[in-house]
């Protein structure tokens, strides 16, 4: 089946740690995206990538840092520098970033708390 | 500032009603607009999406409208069941690669 792969499900960081979230998928989409989902408020986009090599920041992306090295691939990296990461990450695949006019598939997210 | 807004935020509903979720954005220039559902604790399923050049998109029992000269989508839910207690999101793309949201409704149906 097609589809978005986040892991781990749950992820623990303690203070001054850099965790790497990691996101796949075999949809063969050229853009992908990372969004944060805090309770209350809307999905806030960190980073995203129209295509491999490329990304751009999003609207929260202090602290956040990614790599697209391979195109189903597209690992967010959080940062020390990052003082409330404790959030909900839900990475987002569309098959062109320009224009979106496909719909955004989702991943089942990644879950991080600060020990 | 563009902003997507969705009220009420909690919506609990009998089964077998049919029901009105409403979506409002700022910014009547909008390229497209789609809906999303989230179960807890999952990702996000696309549902609808809708050009600025549509008036509505049906899927199965749910409908949504787009109307932009007055800055409201609405998704409609025919029959409901209780398969359908979910959080429901609107997300409009206002002419650039992102996505804006909307906080979301979170809906109960009630057996």
């Keep these: 089946d097609g589809g978005i792969t986040q892991s781990p499900k749950y992820l623990f960081r303690k203070e001054g740690q850099n965790v790497t979230l990691s996101c796949e998928q075999n949809l063969n989409h050229d853009a ?3 969004y944060r989902q805090d309770p209350g408020q809307g999905l806030r986009l960190i980073y995203y990538s129209q295509i491999v090599n490329d990304f751009q920041k999003g609207d929260i992306a202090e602290g956040y840092s990614v790599s697209r090295e391979k195109k189903e691939s597209f690992p967010l990296t959080v940062t020390s520098a990052q003082k409330n990461p404790t959030a909900f990450y839900l990475c987002a695949s ?16 990644t879950r991080l708390s600060i020990l | 500032k563009q902003e997507v807004t969705q009220i009420p935020a909690a919506l609990s509903v009998p089964e077998g009603e ?8 700022t910014d009547s220039a909008i390229y ?17 999406l809708i050009q600025s050049s549509q008036r509505e998109q049906t899927s199965g029992r749910l409908n949504a409208s787009l109307d932009k000269s007055s800055g409201r989508s ?7 069941q209780p398969g359908d207690s979910a959080t429901y999101l609107c997300a409009v793309n206002f ?14 149906i009630i057996p």
């Design chain 1, 32 to 34: 992908m995206y990372w």
């Design chain 2, 95 to 108: 002419g650039n690669e992102k996505l804006t949201f909307g906080t979301g409704t979170r809906l109960t």
């Design chain 2, 18 to 25: 049919n029901l009105v979720l409403n979506c409002s954005f």
């Design chain 2, 32 to 48: 497209n607009l789609q809906w999303f559902r989230q179960d807890p604790g999952k990702g996000l399923t696309s549902l609808l």
């Design chain 2, 74 to 80: 609405t998704l409609y839910i025919a029959a409901s």
């Design chain 1, 94 to 109: 569309s098959i062109s970033a320009r224009p979106i006019n496909q719909p955004q598939h989702f991943g089942d997210g």
